[in-house]
Nanobody
Framework: QVQLVESGGGLVQAGGSLRVSCVVA????????MGWFRQAPGKDREFVAA????????HYADSVRGRFSISRDNAKNTVLLQLNRLEPEDTAVYYC???????????????????WGKGTLVTVSS
């Protein structure tokens, strides 16, 4: 059973930066498309970013494109999300997500997440 463990959340001022990490435990990250979703208080969970198995393909939500950057290190079974120019609207619990796929595309993650982490809270103060 794949286990995803997030870390790196915290409190940051608007305009600041933060990096959240996801480690794939009990599995090999290179066989999964991976990404991040977030859920703000009182709102539905929404897609943030995805990365393909090899890392060559990425996909972002319009709301974060140009501010957030996703990357992965398969040797370390780790996926990173760099959050820059943060806004109060980015406040949410950020969830790591993974899907076992055969193709090397990022957006395929949106077709169905198979594994979720427990989330890490990012709070952006104004």
């Amino acid at each position: 059973q794949v286990q995803l463990v997030e870390s790196g959340g915290g409190l940051v001022q608007a305009g600041g930066s933060l990096r959240v990490s996801c480690v794939v435990a009990r599995g090999t990250s290179s066989i999964y498309a991976m990404g991040w979703f977030r859920q703000a208080p009182g709102k539905d969970r929404e897609f943030v970013a995805a990365i393909s198995r090899s890392g060559r393909s990425t996909h972002y939500a319009d709301s974060v494109r140009g501010r957030f950057s996703i990357s992965r290190d398969n040797a370390k079974n780790t996926v990173l999300l760099q959050l820059n120019r943060l806004e109060p609207e980015d406040t949410a619990v950020y969830y790591c997500a993974a899907a076992y796929v055969s193709s090397d595309t990022a957006s395929i993650l949106l077709q169905g997440v198979q594994y979720w982490g427990k989330g890490t809270l990012v709070t952006v103060s104004s």
